[in-house]
């Protein structure tokens, strides 16, 4: 969307190049600073002076493969789905609805898309891999969250639109955790900075996590 052409309009003008389809399939730090192997149509091995690892849910499993990083400095992580369901029908809503939120996060809210259709959630289950299917049988829990701030709502009018998976750094039943930037005095590797539990509101933060990663690398 708009942001996200923004901001590669920013780093391509910067003398950035951006390459997709070129997973990370391992990486290593030695003396010689950060070597990354990429897969995808044109494999090669890349060697940078500094790495950003910020690749969401596949940050934790990148480094807990990397070799030389102390694997004692990684969190554990959890995966926490969420559904949404659009609704085929008219609402009263021309702003987004947020319900107070419970201990698990923000609650199922309102959200209108650039058409005004209103699209709810997300909820959130605990998955052990993540997947994006979104079952039917989750609309009674969507009506009864969403009838408690829209008791109007005709559930027979919501249907499954799409999943997210969140890595996530508490479990069922932990305490929220925050975003985890991890730097050089943190493992002890010189210009590499990984960033765990990259959640909501990540995108929302994007700018202000952008600085916080430049103090990072820049303090060494
Ligand atoms: C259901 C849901 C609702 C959300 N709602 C909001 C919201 O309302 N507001 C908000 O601010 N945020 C929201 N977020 C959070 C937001 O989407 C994230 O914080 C943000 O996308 C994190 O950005 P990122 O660049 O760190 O990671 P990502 O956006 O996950 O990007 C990581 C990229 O790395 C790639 N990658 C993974 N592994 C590798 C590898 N080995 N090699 C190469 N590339 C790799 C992935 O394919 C992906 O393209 C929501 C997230 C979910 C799941």
Same mark, same amino acid.
């Given at each position: 969307h708009a942001l996200m052409q923004s901001l590669l309009a920013d780093f391509t003008a910067a003398g950035g190049v951006l390459v997709c389809r070129? =997973?990370?399939t391992a990486a290593l730090t030695d003396e010689q600073g950060h070597r990354l192997t990429l897969g995808g149509e044109s494999p090669c091995v890349l060697c940078a002076p500094e790495v950003v690892?910020?690749?969401? /849910?596949?940050a934790l499993p990148l480094a807990s493969q990397w070799?030389? /990083? =102390?694997?004692?400095?990684l969190p554990r992580g959890y995966y926490g789905k969420g559904h949404y369901f659009t609704y085929n029908g008219r609402h009263p809503f021309k702003r987004l609805i947020y319900p107070l939120p419970d201990a698990a996060g923000l609650g199922i809210h309102l959200t209108l898309d650039l058409a005004g259709q209103a699209r709810f959630g997300p909820d959130l289950e605990w998955v052990q891999q993540p997947d994006y299917q979104v079952a039917e049988s989750l609309r009674g829990n969507f009506a009864l969250a969403i009838q408690r701030w829209w =008791?109007?709502?005709? =559930?027979?009018?919501l249907a499954p639109a799409y999943a997210g998976v969140r890595p996530k750094l508490h479990g069922p039943g932990e305490g929220v955790a925050d975003f985890m930037l991890q730097g050089p005095r943190d493992?002890?590797?010189?210009?590499l900075v990984q960033l765990f539990?990259?959640?909501?509101p990540g995108l929302t933060a994007s700018l202000a996590v952008a600085e916080a990663v430049l103090g990072l690398l820049e303090s060494g």
């Open positions: 070129a =997973p990370v690892n910020a690749a969401g /849910l596949g070799v030389n /990083l =102390p694997q004692e400095t =008791p109007g709502l005709d =559930p027979a009018r493992h002890g590797l010189e210009g539990g990259m959640e909501s």
